[in-house]
């Protein structure tokens, strides 16, 4: 069974950052995608970021393009989302998720989800 636990969220002020880590047991991680997405209340989940499992192509929504970067290491088999130049329209549960190589920007494109952090952007 595969486990993903997310950590590292927070309470943090505009402008700040926040690194979350996503653990990843039960599978072969180095041959998972993985990607991260987000939900704000009263919201559909959205995408954030994704990342292949050779770790060299990644992927960007627009609104985080150049202040997010998502990492991996197939090491210690978690991935990471370093969040800069946060904004408090960035406030929401952060979700990490994995899938095969033809995971997408598409929730259902992914077989396994952690359970959530939240993150909360003050102004």
């Known amino acids: 069974q595969v486990q993903l636990v997310e950590s590292g969220g927070g309470l943090v002020q505009a402008g700040g950052s926040l690194r979350l880590s996503c653990a990843v047991s039960g599978r072969t991680f180095r041959r998972l995608s993985m990607g991260w997405f987000r939900q704000a209340p009263g919201k559909e989940r959205e995408f954030v970021a994704l990342i292949r499992w050779f770790g060299i192509s990644t992927y960007y929504a627009d609104s985080v393009k150049g202040r997010f970067t998502i990492s991996r290491d197939n090491a210690k088999n978690t991935v990471y989302l370093q969040m800069n130049s946060l904004k408090p329209e960035d406030t929401a549960v952060y979700y990490c998720?994995?899938?095969?190589?033809?995971?997408?920007?598409?929730?259902?494109?992914?077989?396994?989800w952690g359970q959530g952090t939240q993150v909360t952007v003050s102004s």
């Open positions: 998720a994995g899938g095969d190589t033809k995971a997408t920007s598409l929730p259902g494109t992914y077989d396994y």
